[in-house]
């Protein structure tokens, strides 16, 4: 059984819409990322998140906001999406030895 | 700069061959963790082996190796006796956790290797 799932796994949205991105993880982590992944730059890190009710900037925060609402859930919301957010994005959550757990990924079109 | 850096865009073997995927990093901690990923064709990203900056053991997990040269700032990925199932794209990551106090964990990623492996 999946320990993190992500919804929805495909998502088609028009520029200037807000998109949510949900991530759920039953590992039990205090530790949430997003990721997102394109060609020639490996994953980036969007948000990150150590416990209920944190959220911190990773490297690229610009355009993209978190929540995490509990220790199971973790948000990426994009505001108003433009199309060079489209991406595919992973959600991980981590252990204290650094080893992360990654969901299925997002595959996000903005038109 | 880039932190950690795979060379090998791509690469491609036949079934039952060894393959070696390069990775160098850069840091400046004495603590650290390396990991290889793979993301599989499905779109799942894997775990397959972790590397200790403080440990000297050969690092092995099924047919999964590492070979880790500290003071060269590499640690290589082997695949032994290659299958169709292995294609997909491997992911060296670097993790530092003094950047958060040690509370947090933050891995960066190198760009990737997508490999094919032939029938």
């Known amino acids: 059984e999946a320990a993190v799932t992500q919804s929805p796994r495909n998502k088609v949205a028009v520029t200037g819409g807000k998109v949510t991105l949900s991530c759920n993880q039953t590992n039990n982590h205090n530790n949430m990322y997003w990721y997102r992944q394109d060609t020639g730059h490996g994953l980036r890190l969007i948000h990150y998140?150590?416990?209920?009710?944190?959220?911190e900037k990773g490297d690229i925060p610009d355009g993209y906001k978190a929540s995490r609402p509990s220790q199971e859930n973790f948000s990426l919301i994009l505001e108003l999406a433009t199309p060079s957010q489209t991406s595919v994005y992973f959600c991980?959550?981590?252990?204290?030895?650094?080893?992360?757990?990654f969901g299925p990924g997002t595959r996000l079109t903005v038109l | 700069a880039q932190k950690v850096i795979q060379v090998w865009s791509t690469a491609s073997r036949q079934e039952g061959e060894e393959l070696t995927l390069d990775c160098s990093y850069e840091?400046?901690?004495?603590?650290?963790?390396l990991f290889w990923y793979k993301h599989l064709l499905s779109g799942e990203m894997v775990f397959l082996i972790r590397q200790m900056s403080s440990s000297t053991a050969k690092e092995r997990s099924g047919r999964y190796s590492v070979v880790f040269q500290k003071s060269l700032k590499s640690i290589s990925l082997v695949i032994s006796a290659l299958q169709p199932d292995d294609s997909g794209k491997y992911f060296c990551?670097?993790?530092?956790?003094?950047?958060?106090?040690?509370?947090?964990?933050?891995?960066?990623f190198g760009t990737g290797t997508l490999l094919s492996v032939k029938p």
């Open positions: 998140s150590y416990g209920a009710g944190s959220t």
């Open positions: 840091t400046s901690q004495v603590l650290y963790h």
């Open positions: 991980a959550s981590g252990d204290a030895r650094g080893e992360q757990y």
């Open positions: 990551a670097l993790w530092e956790p003094r950047d958060y106090g040690g509370s947090g964990n933050k891995l960066i």
